[in-house]
């Protein structure tokens, strides 16, 4: 109740303005972000939310409403209603809508991805018709904010969020047709005249707790760009020093590395490679297990490795190293 779907219309880098004629907008998507896009499924940790995407809103293609006139509260499910084209068969369209405030700063506040090959349902892949116009709906990430008066919202839209989601196998040119039944669909939140009170909850029931002596926790997160040869590292490290259960002094330490890379213009270049290690121990006795997943891609194939080696002391007590070979499938 109280939720209001209000349309803005997409026109030719304007977001919400009058009926305009259609327009036809050709873009070639930078293959990786220039900010940091932040964790996908975060947990609220420190690197885990998004930069300032004022240097993306201006590599991909963007629609910027004028300032608003008076606070915006948004709850619910937002949607991108579009017309596109695609000079290849299989393709993607990303979605991100941010705030801007006074100062340029752009802050996202949802984002959404469809394979255009899904266009008429995930059961089936169909490519697409190169040159061919598709209506699609891109459904983006619940939200619930209140955007203040005098920011403005920014709809971007592109053919590649890597490292969010894995890229087309060849460079998209998507041609986006602005005006006509192109819009943003937001769902506005009817302002309350009275102050709300809050909802109380009883604190939750659980259980007793070990008594602990807890390690540091580290975490690093590193965007970084080669200039002369184009290639993006994104490299998200955590560290947890030993920690140790008073009971019985068993300890406990993890360490976790995931890295992507791609080389812009060239998507084949993808690469995730994820790294863990586990520690077990109380006393002389120490265990440890080093695992070590890879995933790349051809043009027909994605690639993935994976490694386990389990260790007693210093000797490697099992080992399974696999490697296998997935068809893409409108992908």
């Not at 293959?31 to 004022?54: N, T, V």
């Not at 200039?227 to 994104?234: E, K, W």
């Not at 490795?305 to 007693?312: R, V």
């Given at each position: 109740?109280?939720?209001?779907?209000?349309?803005?219309?997409?026109?030719?880098?304007?977001?919400?303005?009058?009926?305009?004629?259609?327009?036809?907008?050709?873009?070639?998507?930078?293959?990786?972000?220039?900010?940091?896009?932040?964790?996908?499924?975060?947990?609220?940790?420190?690197?885990?939310?998004?930069?300032?995407?004022?240097?993306?809103?201006?590599?991909?293609?963007?629609?910027?409403?004028?300032?608003?006139?008076?606070?915006?509260?948004?709850?619910?499910?937002?949607?991108?209603?579009?017309?596109?084209?695609?000079?290849?068969?299989?393709?993607?369209?990303?979605?991100?809508?941010?705030?801007?405030?006074?100062?340029?700063?752009?802050?996202?506040?949802?984002?959404?991805?469809?394979?255009?090959?899904?266009?008429?349902?995930?059961?089936?892949?169909?490519?697409?018709?190169?040159?061919?116009?598709?209506?699609?709906?891109?459904?983006?990430?619940?939200?619930?904010?209140?955007?203040?008066?005098?920011?403005?919202?920014?709809?971007?839209?592109?053919?590649?969020f890597w490292p969010a989601v894995w890229p087309s196998p060849e460079p998209v040119a998507l041609t986006v047709v602005a005006g006509g039944e192109s819009a943003l669909t937001l769902p506005v939140r009817t302002p309350r005249d009275e102050p709300e009170v809050p909802a109380h909850f009883a604190q939750p029931e659980e259980g007793p707790l070990p008594a602990v002596a807890r390690g540091d926790v580290s975490h690093a997160r590193t965007l970084s760009?080669?200039?002369?040869?184009?290639?993006?590292?994104?490299?998200?490290?955590?560290?947890?020093?030993?920690?140790?259960?008073?009971?019985?002094?068993?300890?406990?330490?993890?360490?976790?590395?995931?890295?992507?890379?791609?080389?812009?213009?060239?998507?084949?270049?993808?690469?995730?490679?994820?790294?863990?290690?586990?520690?077990?121990?109380?006393?002389?006795?120490?265990?440890?297990?080093?695992?070590?997943?890879?995933?790349?891609?051809?043009?027909?194939?994605?690639?993935?490795?994976?490694?386990?080696?389990?260790?007693?002391?210093?000797?490697?007590?099992?080992?399974?190293?696999?490697?296998?070979?997935?068809?893409?499938?409108?992908?």
């Amino acid at each position: 109740p109280g939720i209001e779907a209000r349309r803005l219309a997409l026109g030719a880098g304007t977001l919400g303005g009058p009926p305009s004629q259609a327009v036809e907008l050709t873009h070639v998507s930078p293959q990786a972000m220039h900010a940091d896009p932040g964790a996908w499924m975060g947990r609220g940790e420190p690197g885990d939310f998004p930069s300032d995407q004022r240097a993306d809103d201006g590599a991909w293609l963007s629609f910027t409403s004028e300032p608003l006139a008076e606070r915006l509260e948004l709850l619910g499910v937002p949607s991108l209603a579009v017309t596109v084209a695609s000079d290849k068969p299989a393709a993607l369209i990303a979605v991100r809508v941010c705030d801007v405030a006074p100062g340029g700063v752009s802050t996202l506040v949802t984002r959404g991805v469809l394979n255009l090959t899904h266009r008429d349902g995930h059961e089936v892949p169909v490519p697409l018709v190169p040159g061919e116009r598709y209506a699609v709906e891109v459904a983006l990430s619940s939200v619930g904010i209140a955007i203040p008066a005098g920011h403005r919202l920014r709809v971007s839209v592109a053919s590649a969020f890597w490292p969010a989601v894995w890229p087309s196998p060849e460079p998209v040119a998507l041609t986006v047709v602005a005006g006509g039944e192109s819009a943003l669909t937001l769902p506005v939140r009817t302002p309350r005249d009275e102050p709300e009170v809050p909802a109380h909850f009883a604190q939750p029931e659980e259980g007793p707790l070990p008594a602990v002596a807890r390690g540091d926790v580290s975490h690093a997160r590193t965007l970084s760009r080669d200039v002369l040869t184009g290639r993006v590292d994104l490299v998200q490290e955590s560290a947890t020093a030993p920690t140790r259960l008073l009971a019985d002094g068993l300890e406990f330490s993890s360490r976790d590395r995931d890295a992507w890379s791609i080389v812009e213009g060239d998507p084949l270049s993808a690469e995730v490679r994820c790294e863990r290690t586990l520690t077990l121990a109380r006393g002389t006795w120490r265990t440890r297990v080093e695992a070590v997943a890879t995933m790349t891609s051809t043009a027909d194939a994605f690639l993935l490795t994976n490694a386990l080696d389990a260790y007693e002391g210093d000797e490697r007590v099992a080992s399974h190293h696999s490697s296998v070979s997935i068809p893409r499938d409108g992908v």
